[in-house]
């Protein structure tokens, strides 16, 4: 499926992928804010945002991670700077494995390359039935406070709030299942042999910073950068220092 896109700038492709349960327009002060550099990309997964999906069925990361690769063919290029936040890095590591010749370099965001433990898949399989009889806004009650750090600005949060609970109730369902069922991407990290860099609010209370450090440490070569005042959304909470993080790897990368 070719996936409905947000587009900023011109030149080499970077390209964003959301978490869960958001959109492309999460993106949207990276859109705005690198588009002197890049031609900025931003995907609405399938489901998701203005990628309509009239029947969702059978999600998985690695179908996530194929649709990107349909939509990079339809922007006409062969390679991007693929960046991923939280969800997103899981479908980043799957495109890796199925489509790493289309990797010009990652940025990792909030995001973990350890699988769901049997606990956290228990819980994903409530997630989607609460999805299913009590709606999307039921999942964002639980996740949505865990979002940001201490004091994020009132208007992120609000528009935090509107995209999620955007995302249809069938399609949050589907992702949760597809979430749970993600491999270890552990073994990737070492086989990771473009510039890679790894961007982590200080606050992230879903996804340790020290956890992430850990995973960062296993692949090849690359930066870690911590976020200081932001959670899980660090690039909604502090788009600056995100921004930032990523225009200097931008740089590094040429
Ligand atoms: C996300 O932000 O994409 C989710 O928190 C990821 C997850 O639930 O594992």
Redesign the pocket.
Known sequence: MICSTKTSGEGPVLLFV?????SAEMWRAQLDGLDDLRRCVAIDLRGHGASVDPSPEGYSIDLFADDVADTVASLGVEQVDLCA??????VAFAFWRRHRAMVRSLILC???AEP?TDE?KAK?LEAAETARTRGVAAIWEQ?GPA?FGAHPDPSTVKTADEIALGVPDEVAAQV?LA?RDRPDSRPDLATIDVPVAWIHGADDK??PVDQARISAGAIGSGTFTVIDDAG??APMEQPDAVNAAIRLHLERVG
């Open positions: 959301h978490g869960f349960p958001l936040l939280s969800m997103g890095g899981y909030d995001t973990k769901d956290a994903r996740v979002m949760a979430m879903l996804m899980h959304l």
